[in-house]
Structures are given as C-alpha cells and as structure tokens.
C-alpha cells in the first residue's frame, strides 16, 4: 500500500518542481502566449471589421453597377429609337428623291419623245418634198429605226425606275 500513497518528500518536490515549472512558464511562455493569443484575437476582429466594410462597400458598388447599367439599358434605348428615326427619315427622304427623280426622268422621256417625234415628222416633210420616193423610204426607214431603239430605250429605263422603285 506504500506504492499507492506518496510519500511527503515527493509531494514536496512535485510541488516545488511544479512551482518552479508554472514561475517559468508564467515569466516566458504565458506572456508571449497571451500576447499572441490576443493579437490573433485583434486580427480576426479587424478582419471581420474589415469584411463588414467591404461587404457595405460591395453592396453600395452592386447597386451603384445596377444604376449603370440601368441608365446604359436607357440610353441604348434612346439611341436606337434615336437611330430608327433617322433610319426611316433618310430611308423616307431617299423614297421621295427617288420619286422625284423617277417623275423627272419619265417627264424628260416624254418631252424628248415628244421632241423627237416633231423632229422627225419635220425631217420626213421636208425630205418627202424634197428627194425623191427612194431616198424618202430609205430616210423614214432609218429614222423608224432610230425612233424604235429610242423607244426601247424609254420603255427599258420605264422598267428600270419600275423595279427600282419596288
């Protein structure tokens, strides 16, 4: 039973041992522990600070992100309403100029026709009374000639402005 009780020396030397070990532990390694512990403790508590604050400024630059491109959806809008105006205001010009043009052009065919036609109808006077019956028919042939290829020129550029204009 002696093995079980310890005697008053060893208690005494386990307590000075023990003393001595808590003295030393308390003069280097607790300050340093401690110290550290708290420093590890102010970084967390700065890193969680620091976290709150990114996270505000996080959500304050989503929402500043959402305005933008809120106010980009807009102006995008904006410019293609802005774009399709103009769109249809050139497309629209362009109809009426090629109208006019078109109108231009069939009146100027016309008048040169017309022209053409009073031209011819003088020449082949003139040449009726004046030369003989051969060279009268060989002169209406020639000028019915010209006066077919000037009217297939008209109807050809008539189809022309047509197609375009469809």
């Known amino acids: 039973m002696d093995l079980l009780t310890p005697g008053v020396g060893l208690i005494f030397w386990q307590l000075l041992i023990f003393g001595l070990l808590f003295l030393f532990l308390s003069k280097y390694a607790w300050g340093p522990i401690t110290k550290s512990l708290k420093d590890r403790e102010k970084f967390i508590s700065d890193s969680i600070k620091s976290a709150e604050i990114a996270e505000k400024e996080l959500e304050k630059l989503n929402e500043k992100n959402k305005e933008l491109v ?3 959806r807009k102006e995008r809008e904006k410019i293609l309403l802005e774009a ?4 249809n205001s050139i497309k629209n010009s362009a109809k009426d100029e090629a109208s006019k043009i078109t109108d231009k052009m069939i009146d100027d065919a016309k008048k040169m026709i017309e022209v053409e036609k009073m031209s011819a109808i003088k020449e082949v006077k003139v040449l009726v009374a004046s030369l003989s019956l051969e060279i009268a028919e060989k002169v209406i042939e020639e000028n019915l000639k010209n006066e077919s290829s000037q009217k297939k020129l008209v109807s050809d550029l008539i189809d022309k402005i047509k197609i375009d204009k469809n």
């Open 84 to 87: 399709k105006s103009i769109s």
């Open 70 to 72: 809120k106010e980009a």
